[in-house]
């Protein structure tokens, strides 16, 4: 049995600390078979989400673990869980 996703209990969407879910995590679990960026990228546009109300964007960390400067750090995206449940179905 697949271990369940994490939830971020405090994520702030539309300036209000709610619960929240990574879509990297959402993406693994769901093992689809498209890239993550194309896939989230499409969905977005698909289901019309909203940025600030559905979702939020946090960009990743511009110095890689190995110290070096990382030129195309990765955007996480935090996703409400009602959007959560709409992309699983």
């Known amino acids: 049995m697949k271990e369940l996703i994490t939830i971020h209990p405090n994520t702030p969407v539309n300036n209000k600390p709610i619960p929240t879910v990574s879509a990297r995590d959402l993406h693994r679990f769901m093992e689809v078979g498209r890239i993550f960026a194309a896939w989230i990228k499409g969905r977005i546009e698909e289901f ?37 449940k709409e992309l699983a179905m």
């Open 48 to 84: 019309e989400y909203e940025e600030g109300r559905d979702f939020v964007v946090v960009s990743g960390f511009p110095i890689s673990e190995s110290g070096e400067a990382n030129p195309n750090p990765p955007k996480e995206y935090y996703l409400t869980l009602d959007m959560a």
